[in-house]
């Protein structure tokens, strides 16, 4: 089992910056990549951005390209994301997933934390 817990989330005016943290510890060695993703409300689960533990490949969806990005420090098992230019439309509940293959499905990503509200005012 992989445990994941995120962080950091909050209220941030529009064009403001937040980082979320994501702690992952137990069986960490049986994933391969860690992944964020969002709900807003009435809304389906979307895909953020991901990385690789070992080359640190990076995959970010379109909304979120040049405003957000994703980190890992793999000697302590976290991974940030850096979300800079935030909009009223990045308001959501944040999570952070681990899972075996990079990508945007969430049906690749295996354990997931309990998520991590963020919200962005005008």
């Known amino acids: 089992q992989v445990q994941v817990v995120e962080s950091g989330g909050g209220l941030v005016q529009a064009g403001g910056s937040l980082r979320l943290s994501c702690s992952a510890s137990?069986?960490?060695?049986?994933?391969?990549?860690m992944g964020w993703f969002r709900q807003a409300p009435g809304k389906g689960r979307e895909f953020v951005a991901a990385?690789?533990?070992?080359?640190?490949?990076?995959r970010y969806a379109d909304s979120v390209k040049g405003r957000f990005t994703i980190s890992r420090d793999n000697a302590v098992n976290m991974v940030y994301l850096q979300m800079n230019s935030l909009k009223l439309e990045d308001t959501a509940v944040y999570y952070c997933?681990?899972?075996?293959?990079?990508?945007?499905?969430?049906?690749?990503?295996?354990?997931w934390g309990q998520g991590t509200q963020v919200t962005v005012s005008s």
């Open positions: 990385i690789t533990w070992n080359t640190g490949a990076t």
């Open positions: 137990g069986r960490t060695f049986s994933t391969t990549v």
């Open positions: 997933a681990a899972g075996s293959i990079i990508g945007v499905d969430a049906r690749n990503y295996n354990y």
